[in-house]
């Protein structure tokens, strides 16, 4: 368990900025969980799998970030809604395109709970 706390701290602390599920800074949580849906929405697509759950879950994540962007950057925004989405599409791409079995897993488990997280913020 702890190895996995280790391995996931990465991928939820990048740069310093807020994880899913701090909501000490609701700008960034929002735009990283928005980026994060979005990569789960179009690799569901491209990979034929259904992508509505991915998709409503993108847009509760776009209208909570639209309720607490107005004295923000956007582009900043932008930029973290970008990153997040191109960190959890390569979490998916290494998950369902990986030759190594055992990174492969670990990739899974990386992207899942990283929607899962973010899915608890609008769980309900």
């Not at 990283?32 to 994540?61: K, N």
């Not at 930029?79 to 599409?89: D, G, T, V, Y």
Request: with cysteine.
């Amino acid at each position: 368990m702890a190895a996995l706390i280790l391995a996931l701290s990465p991928v939820f602390a990048e740069t310093g900025r807020a994880a899913p599920g701090d909501l000490s800074d609701p700008v960034t949580v929002f735009a990283t969980c928005a980026g994060r849906f979005s990569a789960e929405m179009e690799h569901r697509w491209l990979v034929g799998r259904d992508p509505d759950r991915a998709a409503r879950h993108r847009g509760a994540m776009i209208d909570l970030l639209d309720a607490v962007v107005p004295n923000v950057d956007g582009r900043a925004v932008l930029a973290r809604r970008i990153e997040a989405k191109h960190a959890q599409a390569t979490l998916l791409m290494r998950a369902d395109f990986n030759v190594n079995a055992e990174d492969a897993r670990q990739a899974r488990v990386l992207a899942d709970a990283a929607l899962s997280r973010c899915a608890a913020l609008i769980a309900g």
